[in-house]
């Protein structure tokens, strides 16, 4: 009963089963698709959604005891890495401290 949101505005292109799974598919532009499984959503395709709304819940059992969610995201046909779109993913970089912070 966890509710799934959108990581970003967009379209939604698909809703329904894939194997045995419940998927929702969101187009957010630009190439980029993001599509969570196994969520059970109340929504049709060309349905437009903003950034955080709920797009689903979250099916349990799938994960044991847990409760988890595959997140794919597409730029044009190939998949990327979806933390990219959620967290800063550059490189740290230590700076030497400067005169006045001794």
């Known amino acids: 009963g966890v509710p799934v949101t959108s990581p970003e505005s967009g379209t939604v292109r698909f809703v329904g089963v894939v194997v045995d799974r419940l998927v929702i598919t969101i ?3 630009g190439g980029l698709r993001s599509s969570f499984e196994p969520v059970d959503s109340p929504l049709t395709a060309g349905t437009v959604v903003a950034k ?5 819940t ?3 059992g799938h994960c044991g ?11 044009g046909d190939a998949y990327v890495n979806p933390l990219e779109f959620v967290t800063d993913l550059r490189p ?3 700076l030497p401290l400067g005169p006045d912070t001794g």
């Open 27 to 29: 187009d957010h532009g």
């Open 52 to 56: 955080g709304e709920t797009i689903g």
């Open 58 to 60: 979250l099916l349990p």
């Open 65 to 75: 005891a847990l409760a988890c969610v595959h997140w794919g995201v597409r730029r």
């Open 92 to 94: 740290s970089i230590l």
